[in-house]
């Protein structure tokens, strides 16, 4: 019973803490009720994508953030992988995780600048197509706006993303 209770507080907490996602936790919600045994046994694999990770400029608290997260959720974390912003690394490394965990979570490589490569690669390997997501655009001006920032053509190319993706901000 402890570990049900602390995953509905997690929940709630979450909820409460990011009301922007609350539909998106409803449903994360909705579906572990509904397959709790497959849930407990679900494994996961965080693969943050970007070389500045990578050279120690910034700090991956992502990782740190959402492996708790899932863990709390009942899931396995099988693997967190840090990963260059290049295409043959993406490739090979989704592929793997592909094979090795039901739950994959890509986090990082997709900024306003012109060499990242994440999201192409991305719907090359999922053989979909690359198209803006008006949810994302709108959140991402939110944002912006929030910071007393415009929206320039780098943040707004930050919403074109792999059409069959789902998106968790």
Same mark, same amino acid.
């Given at each position: 019973? &402890?570990?049900? $209770?602390?995953?509905? +507080?997690?929940?709630? =907490?979450?909820?409460?803490? $990011?009301?922007?996602?609350?539909?998106? %936790?409803?449903?994360?919600?909705? @579906?572990?009720?509904?397959? =709790?045994?497959? $849930?407990?046994?679900?494994?996961?694999?965080?693969? +943050? !994508? *970007?070389?500045?990770?990578?050279?120690? =400029?910034?700090?991956? +608290?992502?990782? =740190?953030?959402? &492996?708790? @997260?899932? +863990?709390?959720?009942?899931?396995?974390?099988? /693997?967190? %992988?840090?990963?260059? /912003?290049?295409?043959?690394? !993406?490739? @090979?490394?989704?592929?793997y995780a592909m094979k090795q965990a039901e739950l994959i979570i890509v986090t990082g490589g997709l900024g306003p600048t012109k060499d990242d490569v994440t999201k192409k690669v991305l719907a090359e390997y999922f053989d979909t197509r690359l198209v803006m997501n008006e949810d994302?655009?709108?959140?991402?001006?939110?944002?912006?706006?929030? *910071?007393?920032?415009?929206?320039?053509? *780098?943040?707004? &190319? @930050?919403?074109?993303?792999?059409?069959?993706?789902? !998106?968790?901000?």
């Amino acid at each position: 019973a &402890s570990d049900v $209770y602390k995953r509905q +507080t997690v929940y709630r =907490q979450l909820r409460d803490d $990011y009301p922007e996602m609350r539909a998106q %936790l409803d449903e994360l919600q909705r @579906q572990y009720e509904e397959n =709790q045994a497959k $849930y407990k046994r679900m494994k996961a694999i965080i693969i +943050t !994508i *970007g070389d500045e990770i990578l050279l120690g =400029q910034i700090l991956d +608290t992502n990782s =740190q953030y959402i &492996s708790r @997260q899932l +863990t709390r959720l009942g899931a396995e974390v099988a /693997d967190i %992988l840090s990963i260059a /912003d290049q295409r043959e690394e !993406i490739w @090979q490394w989704v592929d793997y995780a592909m094979k090795q965990a039901e739950l994959i979570i890509v986090t990082g490589g997709l900024g306003p600048t012109k060499d990242d490569v994440t999201k192409k690669v991305l719907a090359e390997y999922f053989d979909t197509r690359l198209v803006m997501n008006e949810d994302v655009l709108r959140w991402i001006g939110k944002l912006l706006e929030n *910071g007393g920032m415009r929206m320039n053509e *780098g943040n707004r &190319s @930050q919403a074109i993303l792999p059409e069959s993706a789902k !998106i968790l901000y």
